[in-house]
């Protein structure tokens, strides 16, 4: 595709609930990252993929998060009992290679828990 | 550590004045910079990134400055107009795919 796209733009769910977002990648970029920016607050680091791997979770905000990605291509990232906590908005980015500095962002996800 | 931090927090100017937004940075070692725009609502989207040999660069009436020595860089946007509303957000990346670190950025509003 032309850019990142992100389903949904926005979600509102429960507390409790699980919710899973979604990030198409520009087509060919093999690096995706995903980050999350709280209100008012700058972006977070989440986890990044080199194709379908992503070598290091310890950006994971907690063990409810987590992410996949197949294919080299899309990816979700799932967040299990959501917290109020857990309102922000998600981006998600890629580049053609790992090279986080040149790297394009999608639209982003609203998540708001109730 | 690493750290970016962006000032003003926030700002509010006339359309067609013109304004410029700072950046400091302690991230080392360095190689590059870049700003980014984002508008409500929107992801980032690139303007322009520094490295380490420039001091000065445009893109249209956004431009740029860096100083490597004094680790601070600029944005100086020219003729204010109303789609630069937005927030201005500072990159450093310090090394590693997650080795970004981010300024909370700059809520620029322009008022009619």
């Known amino acids: 595709g032309a850019g990142v796209s992100q389903s949904p733009s926005n979600k509102v769910t429960e507390k409790g609930k699980d919710v899973e977002l979604r990030c198409d990648p520009i087509?060919?970029?093999?690096?995706l990252y995903w980050y999350r920016q709280s209100l008012g607050q700058g972006l977070e680091f989440l986890i990044y993929?080199?194709?379908?791997?992503?070598?290091?979770k310890s950006g994971l905000p907690s063990d409810r998060f987590s992410a996949e990605r197949t294919g080299g291509s899309v990816s979700t990232l799932t967040i299990q009992r959501t917290q109020q906590e857990d309102s922000a908005v998600y981006l998600c980015?890629?580049?053609?290679?790992?090279?986080?500095?040149?790297?394009?962002f999608g639209p982003g996800t609203r998540l708001t828990v109730l | 550590k690493n750290q970016v931090e962006q000032s003003p927090q926030s700002l509010i100017i006339l359309e067609g004045k013109n304004c410029t937004l700072q950046?400091?940075?302690?991230?080392?070692?360095?190689?590059?910079l870049r700003w980014y725009k984002q508008d409500t609502g929107r992801g980032p989207v690139s303007l322009t990134i520094?490295?380490?040999?420039?001091n000065t660069k445009s893109n249209g009436r956004y431009t740029a400055t860096l100083d490597a020595d004094t680790k601070q860089s600029s944005l100086h946007i020219t003729a204010s107009q109303l789609s630069d509303s937005a927030s201005y957000i500072c990159?450093?990346?310090?090394?590693?795919?997650?080795?970004?670190?981010f300024g909370k950025g700059t809520h620029l509003i322009i008022q009619p």
């Open positions: 980015a890629s580049s053609l290679e790992l090279a986080p500095n040149e790297q394009f």
């Open positions: 990159v450093v990346p310090w090394g590693g795919a997650d080795g970004l670190t």
């Open positions: 520094m490295t380490f040999s420039e």
């Open positions: 950046c400091n940075y302690t991230v080392s070692p360095f190689s590059n």
């Open positions: 993929f080199q194709g379908n791997s992503a070598p290091d």
């Open positions: 087509s060919g970029h093999t690096a």
